[in-house]
């Protein structure tokens, strides 16, 4: 069971379930960028469990950032009481891991979500609660202010990917599902998208800068 002053396993799950490092060193890390809209995607039926993950919504236009996931199948909160976990990792300084993660349990009859430190040594830091909902019996919502979190100097965007991790009769040792599968998701902090600009002639070499 994980309590209110434990991580999932340390940080070890997106550890080895997250390749930030390598993703960072491409292009294709920034494809999905959003500036002052929200985000969405669509994840593919990949996983086993009941929570592998359908889509992400991101509502960051006004507000706290606010992650919404989905899933294929049904699922109780009871039901995921020291079974199920959803994770949102977050990216703020461009190091070879999460820097922080939203961890999203259920406590029984209601979900709990709380906000962690990540350590590459020794056991993550508790940061305090953030606040979480059900919007269906296919979801789970959490939020957390930016500024709660710290950032690498000069960044202006983060990175973030959602992780889940269950484990029931279909899953003996322990399904799990990352969204997006491949890249991390860019998001642009509030006010520090860059201004669009014209074009680059054929001549120009290509540029590793997101698009707003």
Same mark, same amino acid.
Request: glycine share 12%; hydrophobic share 30%; charged share 20%.
């Given at each position: 069971m994980v309590g209110k002053g434990e991580g999932v396993s340390g940080s070890r799950w997106f550890r080895v379930l997250t390749p930030f490092a390598a993703a960072i060193l491409t292009v294709a890390l920034m494809a999905v960028v959003a500036g002052a809209h929200d985000t969405d995607f669509q994840d593919p039926d990949d996983a086993r469990g009941r929570l592998d993950v359908k889509q992400v919504r991101l509502a960051h236009a006004q507000g706290p950032p606010t992650w919404t996931i989905v899933t294929f199948g049904e699922w109780s909160t009871a039901g995921m009481w020291d079974r199920g976990y959803i994770m949102v990792l977050?990216?703020?300084?461009?190091?070879?891991?999460?820097?922080?993660?939203?961890?999203?349990?259920?406590?029984? *009859? =209601?979900?709990?979500?709380?906000?962690?430190?990540? #350590?590459?040594?020794?056991?993550?830091?508790?940061?305090?609660?953030?606040? *979480?909902?059900?919007?269906?019996?296919?979801? =789970?919502?959490?939020?957390?202010?930016?500024?709660?979190?710290?950032?690498?100097?000069?960044?202006?965007?983060?990175?973030?990917?959602?992780?889940?991790?269950? /484990?029931?009769?279909?899953?003996?040792? /322990?399904? #799990?599902?990352? =969204?997006p599968n491949l890249d991390a998701v860019l998001q642009w902090r509030p006010g520090m998208s860059p201004t669009p600009t014209p074009s680059p002639s054929a001549s120009s070499s290509p540029s590793d800068s997101p698009s707003p």
């Open positions: 977050l990216d703020t300084q461009g190091g070879m891991g999460a820097e922080y993660y939203l961890l999203v349990r259920s406590a029984g *009859t =209601a979900l709990q979500g709380s906000l962690w430190r990540a #350590h590459t040594y020794g056991p993550d830091s508790y940061l305090g609660s953030v606040q *979480t909902r059900r919007p269906s019996r296919r979801s =789970a919502s959490v939020q957390v202010r930016l500024g709660r979190l710290t950032f690498g100097a000069s960044r202006p965007f983060y990175r973030w990917r959602v992780l889940t991790v269950y /484990t029931g009769r279909l899953c003996r040792r /322990t399904c #799990h599902d990352q =969204a």
